[in-house]
T-cell receptor, first 111, second 114 residues
Framework: GQQVMQIPQYQHVQEGEDFTTYCNSS?????IQWYKQRPGGHPVFLIQ?????EVKKQKRLTFQFGEAKKNSSLHITATQTTDVGTYFC???????????FGKGTTLSVSS | DAGVIQSPRHEVTEMGQEVTLRCKPI?????LFWYRQTMMRGLELLIY????????DSGMPEDRFSAKMPNASFSTLKIQPSEPRDSAVYFC????????????FGPGTRLTVL
Protein backbone atom coordinates (compact mmCIF):
# COMPACT_ATOMS: atom_id res chain seq x y z
CA GLY A 1 0.00 0.00 0.00
CA GLN A 2 0.91 3.63 -0.20
CA GLN A 3 3.48 4.78 2.31
CA VAL A 4 5.18 7.94 3.39
CA MET A 5 8.71 7.33 4.58
CA GLN A 6 10.17 9.49 7.29
CA ILE A 7 13.81 9.86 8.23
CA PRO A 8 15.49 9.80 10.60
CA GLN A 9 13.54 7.64 13.04
CA TYR A 10 15.29 9.22 16.03
CA GLN A 11 17.35 12.34 16.49
CA HIS A 12 19.08 13.63 19.58
CA VAL A 13 20.40 17.19 19.64
CA GLN A 14 21.85 19.62 22.11
CA GLU A 15 19.65 22.55 22.92
CA GLY A 16 20.32 25.31 20.44
CA GLU A 17 21.19 22.99 17.56
CA ASP A 18 19.04 22.73 14.47
CA PHE A 19 16.92 19.74 13.55
CA THR A 20 15.40 18.50 10.30
CA THR A 21 13.07 15.63 9.52
CA TYR A 22 12.23 14.46 6.01
CA CYS A 23 9.17 12.85 4.52
CA ASN A 24 9.23 11.07 1.16
CA SER A 25 6.61 9.50 -1.07
CA SER A 26 6.95 7.51 -4.29
CA UNK A 27 3.80 9.16 -5.64
CA UNK A 28 2.82 12.78 -6.15
CA UNK A 29 0.87 14.13 -3.21
CA UNK A 30 -2.04 16.52 -3.31
CA UNK A 31 -1.10 17.86 0.10
CA ILE A 32 0.88 16.98 3.17
CA GLN A 33 0.22 17.61 6.83
CA TRP A 34 2.55 17.71 9.81
CA TYR A 35 1.65 16.74 13.36
CA LYS A 36 3.52 16.82 16.67
CA GLN A 37 3.01 14.35 19.48
CA ARG A 38 4.52 15.16 22.86
CA PRO A 39 5.61 12.21 25.03
CA GLY A 40 2.49 10.62 26.50
CA GLY A 41 0.30 12.92 24.44
CA HIS A 42 -1.70 12.82 21.26
CA PRO A 43 -0.90 14.06 17.74
CA VAL A 44 -1.57 17.74 17.27
CA PHE A 45 -1.86 19.34 13.85
CA LEU A 46 0.88 21.79 12.98
CA ILE A 47 0.38 22.74 9.35
CA GLN A 48 -0.74 21.72 5.88
CA UNK A 49 1.17 22.29 2.64
CA UNK A 50 -0.59 22.19 -0.70
CA UNK A 51 1.39 24.03 -3.36
CA UNK A 52 4.50 22.84 -5.16
CA UNK A 53 7.60 24.37 -3.58
CA GLU A 54 5.57 25.90 -0.78
CA VAL A 55 7.43 27.12 2.30
CA LYS A 56 5.68 28.05 5.52
CA LYS A 57 7.12 29.26 8.79
CA GLN A 58 5.87 29.08 12.34
CA LYS A 59 8.36 30.87 14.58
CA ARG A 60 11.40 28.56 14.64
CA LEU A 61 9.73 25.88 12.50
CA THR A 62 10.05 25.91 8.70
CA PHE A 63 7.98 23.56 6.57
CA GLN A 64 8.72 22.88 2.93
CA PHE A 65 6.90 20.98 0.17
CA GLY A 66 9.06 19.75 -2.70
CA GLU A 67 8.73 21.02 -6.23
CA ALA A 68 7.58 17.60 -7.40
CA LYS A 69 5.22 17.30 -4.42
CA LYS A 70 6.79 14.00 -3.45
CA ASN A 71 8.71 15.12 -0.41
CA SER A 72 8.52 17.50 2.47
CA SER A 73 10.69 18.63 5.34
CA LEU A 74 10.35 20.21 8.75
CA HIS A 75 13.27 22.22 10.04
CA ILE A 76 13.56 23.54 13.57
CA THR A 77 16.08 26.29 14.20
CA ALA A 78 17.80 26.49 17.58
CA THR A 79 15.91 23.68 19.27
CA GLN A 80 14.52 24.08 22.75
CA THR A 81 13.50 21.45 25.29
CA THR A 82 9.89 22.25 24.48
CA ASP A 83 10.47 20.85 20.97
CA VAL A 84 10.80 17.32 22.35
CA GLY A 85 8.34 14.86 20.83
CA THR A 86 7.56 12.89 17.71
CA TYR A 87 6.92 14.68 14.45
CA PHE A 88 4.71 12.96 11.90
CA CYS A 89 4.00 13.76 8.31
CA UNK A 90 0.70 12.58 6.87
CA UNK A 91 -0.51 12.46 3.31
CA UNK A 92 -3.69 11.33 1.56
CA UNK A 93 -3.94 7.85 0.15
CA UNK A 94 -4.43 7.50 -3.61
CA UNK A 95 -8.20 7.66 -3.28
CA UNK A 96 -8.02 10.74 -1.09
CA UNK A 97 -10.15 9.03 1.51
CA UNK A 98 -7.69 8.74 4.37
CA UNK A 99 -4.49 10.15 5.76
CA UNK A 100 -1.45 7.88 5.78
CA PHE A 101 0.88 8.74 8.62
CA GLY A 102 4.62 8.30 8.47
CA LYS A 103 6.32 6.42 11.30
CA GLY A 104 7.51 9.71 12.73
CA THR A 105 10.80 11.20 13.85
CA THR A 106 11.33 11.30 17.59
CA LEU A 107 13.33 14.30 18.73
CA SER A 108 15.09 14.46 22.06
CA VAL A 109 16.85 17.59 23.27
CA SER A 110 19.40 17.83 26.05
CA SER A 111 20.12 21.10 27.79
CA ASP B 1 -15.48 23.12 22.59
CA ALA B 2 -13.75 20.61 24.85
CA GLY B 3 -12.13 18.83 21.94
CA VAL B 4 -12.38 15.12 21.26
CA ILE B 5 -13.15 13.20 24.42
CA GLN B 6 -12.14 9.60 24.99
CA SER B 7 -12.76 7.21 27.85
CA PRO B 8 -11.34 5.46 29.64
CA ARG B 9 -7.84 6.95 29.52
CA HIS B 10 -6.31 3.72 30.73
CA GLU B 11 -7.63 0.20 30.62
CA VAL B 12 -6.00 -2.93 31.97
CA THR B 13 -7.78 -6.18 31.30
CA GLU B 14 -7.12 -9.87 31.06
CA MET B 15 -6.94 -11.85 27.87
CA GLY B 16 -10.35 -12.96 26.73
CA GLN B 17 -12.25 -10.08 28.27
CA GLU B 18 -14.37 -7.64 26.29
CA VAL B 19 -13.06 -4.09 26.03
CA THR B 20 -15.10 -1.07 25.00
CA LEU B 21 -13.48 2.25 24.16
CA ARG B 22 -15.57 5.39 23.86
CA CYS B 23 -15.26 8.61 21.91
CA LYS B 24 -17.13 11.89 21.67
CA PRO B 25 -16.09 13.88 18.59
CA ILE B 26 -16.06 17.63 18.23
CA UNK B 27 -19.54 18.92 17.56
CA UNK B 28 -20.11 19.63 13.88
CA UNK B 29 -17.39 17.34 12.62
CA UNK B 30 -18.78 14.91 10.06
CA UNK B 31 -15.86 12.48 10.14
CA LEU B 32 -14.68 10.26 12.96
CA PHE B 33 -11.58 8.10 12.85
CA TRP B 34 -10.25 5.33 15.07
CA TYR B 35 -6.47 4.80 15.11
CA ARG B 36 -4.20 2.36 16.89
CA GLN B 37 -0.63 3.33 17.80
CA THR B 38 2.16 0.90 18.64
CA MET B 39 5.92 1.21 18.56
CA MET B 40 6.21 -1.45 15.90
CA ARG B 41 3.48 -0.35 13.50
CA GLY B 42 3.14 3.34 14.22
CA LEU B 43 -0.21 5.07 13.79
CA GLU B 44 -2.68 2.88 11.91
CA LEU B 45 -6.15 3.84 10.74
CA LEU B 46 -8.64 1.21 11.83
CA ILE B 47 -11.97 2.60 10.61
CA TYR B 48 -13.66 5.88 9.83
CA UNK B 49 -17.23 7.13 9.80
CA UNK B 50 -18.93 9.82 7.77
CA UNK B 51 -22.16 11.16 9.23
CA UNK B 52 -22.30 8.15 11.56
CA UNK B 53 -21.95 5.63 8.72
CA UNK B 54 -18.87 3.37 8.59
CA UNK B 55 -17.13 4.05 5.31
CA UNK B 56 -13.85 2.16 5.40
CA ASP B 57 -13.09 -0.58 7.92
CA SER B 58 -10.27 -2.16 5.97
CA GLY B 59 -7.86 -1.36 8.77
CA MET B 60 -9.76 -3.35 11.37
CA PRO B 61 -7.37 -6.18 12.15
CA GLU B 62 -9.80 -8.99 12.85
CA ASP B 63 -13.42 -9.87 13.48
CA ARG B 64 -12.69 -9.42 17.15
CA PHE B 65 -12.76 -5.68 16.50
CA SER B 66 -16.00 -3.82 15.88
CA ALA B 67 -16.96 -0.14 15.87
CA LYS B 68 -20.25 1.69 16.01
CA MET B 69 -21.44 5.25 15.82
CA PRO B 70 -25.07 5.33 16.96
CA ASN B 71 -25.26 9.13 16.74
CA ALA B 72 -23.16 12.15 15.85
CA SER B 73 -21.89 12.53 19.41
CA PHE B 74 -20.74 9.05 20.27
CA SER B 75 -18.71 6.17 18.94
CA THR B 76 -17.41 2.95 20.41
CA LEU B 77 -14.62 0.57 19.52
CA LYS B 78 -15.08 -2.90 20.95
CA ILE B 79 -12.61 -5.75 21.17
CA GLN B 80 -14.04 -9.14 22.02
CA PRO B 81 -12.22 -11.25 23.05
CA SER B 82 -9.13 -9.19 23.77
CA GLU B 83 -5.61 -10.57 23.31
CA PRO B 84 -2.21 -9.36 24.59
CA ARG B 85 -1.25 -8.24 21.08
CA ASP B 86 -4.10 -5.73 21.19
CA SER B 87 -2.15 -3.73 23.76
CA ALA B 88 -1.68 -0.27 22.27
CA VAL B 89 -2.85 3.30 22.48
CA TYR B 90 -6.14 3.82 20.68
CA PHE B 91 -6.91 7.30 19.41
CA CYS B 92 -10.15 8.72 18.20
CA UNK B 93 -9.99 11.75 15.89
CA UNK B 94 -12.57 13.91 14.19
CA UNK B 95 -12.52 16.36 11.32
CA UNK B 96 -14.73 18.39 9.02
CA UNK B 97 -13.58 16.46 5.99
CA UNK B 98 -11.21 13.86 4.71
CA UNK B 99 -7.56 14.10 3.71
CA UNK B 100 -7.46 17.84 3.06
CA UNK B 101 -8.68 18.68 6.55
CA UNK B 102 -6.96 18.88 9.89
CA UNK B 103 -7.70 16.00 12.22
CA UNK B 104 -8.29 16.64 15.90
CA PHE B 105 -7.15 13.78 18.09
CA GLY B 106 -8.47 12.79 21.47
CA PRO B 107 -6.12 12.05 24.39
CA GLY B 108 -6.19 8.33 23.63
CA THR B 109 -6.92 5.17 25.59
CA ARG B 110 -3.89 3.17 26.68
CA LEU B 111 -4.98 -0.47 26.61
CA THR B 112 -3.02 -3.22 28.30
CA VAL B 113 -4.18 -6.79 27.87
CA LEU B 114 -2.51 -9.20 30.27
Amino acid sequence: GQQVMQIPQYQHVQEGEDFTTYCNSSTTLSNIQWYKQRPGGHPVFLIQLVKSGEVKKQKRLTFQFGEAKKNSSLHITATQTTDVGTYFCAAPNQAGTALIFGKGTTLSVSS
Amino acid sequence: DAGVIQSPRHEVTEMGQEVTLRCKPISGHDYLFWYRQTMMRGLELLIYFNNNVPIDDSGMPEDRFSAKMPNASFSTLKIQPSEPRDSAVYFCASSEGLAMYEQFFGPGTRLTVL
